[in-house]
């Protein structure tokens, strides 16, 4: 298993590129489900978690070919197992995001239930009720969610709202399995996250039908069939956010193109906010900071509130900050695991419920650290670089899954991170 060994601290300068977003790639694939053809998608990340998903739709009966330029080729022309199954989902908890394509396309489909993972129990029961609410009949047998419309899918008003608002995911499922149902759909409650809108723009370009893109109420006139398209995945503002941070908690200055930071407005002001510059460039942004970080209060929220994606990161940049902050976690309760990690690496927080006070600190030393989820694992490297000494991150494969060759890409700004086998 490789580990990350990482020397600091580092001051990073320099510019980075933002890749394509892993969190909107993922449905864009699965839709490409829903036309019998080849579609082409671009700018996708070259990321294990991709993989994973390639492999889910080779599975089902896709043909999937990654080219020269980077770009993938998904032919759905054949559809001929619409499974999704227990050894991919447990490996990829998004592979969800099939059910619904499959259901639209086949009119019948097997997906395995997917369990809970390290950030929260993640139930997927507004996915099927979502589904259900268009004729879909579901139930569960051994471990599958088994899903049927024989007669095909009919249109619907749905709220899909949950306990902690809306839903990325269940909103893709719903939102694809309309675009081929009988008649009108209604998505009240709809995830607005710029990754759902860059979903739904792909399918309009496939010939669906769909308004009030980006709001939360999705308008979806059903077609008889979808034709393959061509799209450009939109940048991952996730990882924007993650180099913007690592601007920041390394006092650096750094240049970060591709980047919409009009898709960031809640990370940007918070970010200015606790003292650190964001300067608009052409088709991206320059971050760098001088001063202290400023003590502040951090609220998750569904999009365009700041996202829980970036709460780690975040935790790790107000470790240092000259007061005390306040981080309450609204989408995932539990999202927590990196607390202890940052805590061995001397930042002082304290977890009560869904929130953590984090008293900041005038220095992290480095430590050996377990990385436990994507976005933990993230602010675990990005501790690293600041930190007196050596850090050492266990577990990299999580990082692995969302930041493609991270070390090779802050290397050169002046990050020593060493990627070495345990
Ligand atoms: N929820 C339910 N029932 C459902 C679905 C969701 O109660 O049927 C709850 C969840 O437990 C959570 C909240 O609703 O409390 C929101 O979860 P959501 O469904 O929006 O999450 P997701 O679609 O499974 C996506 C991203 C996550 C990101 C969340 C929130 C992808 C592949 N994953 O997950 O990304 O944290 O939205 O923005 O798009 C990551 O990239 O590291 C990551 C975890």
Do not use: W
């Amino acid at each position: 298993m490789d580990i990350f060994r990482i020397e600091g601290p580092v001051q990073l300068s320099g510019s980075v590129t933002v890749n394509g977003s892993k969190n909107a790639a993922l449905p864009i694939m699965a839709a490409c489900i829903l036309a019998a053809g080849k579609s082409t998608i671009l700018s996708v990340p070259n990321l294990s978690d991709i993989s994973v998903c390639c492999e889910l739709l080779t599975g089902v009966g896709c043909k999937v070919q990654k080219n020269e330029d980077g770009s993938l080729s998904i032919d759905a022309a054949t559809i001929d197992n619409p499974v999704g199954d227990y050894e991919i989902v447990r490996r990829m908890r998004a592979s969800i995001c099939v059910l619904g394509p499959l259901l639209a396309r086949c009119r019948r489909a097997e997906v395995s239930m997917p369990g809970g993972c390290a950030i929260g129990d993640r139930p997927v029961d507004i996915h099927l009720r979502g589904l259900r609410e268009l004729g879909a009949e579901i139930h569960l047998e051994n471990g599958y969610i088994i899903a049927e419309a024989a007669d095909g899918l009919t249109g619907s008003s749905i709220f899909l709202g949950g306990p902690f608002g809306s839903t990325v995911l269940g909103t893709a499922n719903v939102l694809m399995a309309a675009t081929l149902a009988k008649g009108k759909t209604i998505i009240e409650s709809a995830a607005c996250e710029p990754e759902i809108a860059d979903l739904a723009n792909f399918l309009n370009s496939m010939g669906a039908k769909i308004s009030g893109i980006g709001s939360p109420r999705l308008t979806i006139e059903g077609v008889k069939e979808l034709r393959p398209s061509e799209h450009k995945v939109i940048p991952d503002r996730i990882e924007a956010g993650t180099f913007m941070v690592a601007a920041a908690i390394t006092s650096g200055r750094l240049q970060i193109n591709n980047c919409r930071l009009d898709d960031m407005m809640a990370v940007v002001y918070k970010l200015r906010n606790i003292g650190v510059t964001v300067d608009e460039s052409d088709g991206g942004c320059l971050v760098t900071r001088n001063g202290p970080i400023h003590a502040s209060h951090i609220t998750t929220q569904p999009y365009p509130g700041f996202p829980t994606d970036l709460q780690a990161q975040f935790m790790a940049l107000l470790s240092l900050a000259d007061g005390n902050s306040i981080i309450i976690e609204k989408i995932f309760p539990d999202r927590f695991m990196h607390v202890a990690e940052l805590n061995r690496m001397a930042a002082s927080l304290r977890k009560e419920g869904a929130a953590v006070i984090v008293s900041g600190t005038k220095k992290l030393m480095g430590a050996p650290v377990m990385a436990s989820d994507l976005r933990a694992s993230a602010a675990l490297v990005l501790a690293g670089m600041a930190a007196e000494g050596t850090t050492v991150v266990n577990r990299v494969y999580h990082i692995d899954r969302g930041y493609e060759k991270i070390e090779e890409r802050l290397n050169p700004l002046g990050a020593k991170i060493y990627r070495e086998t345990d």
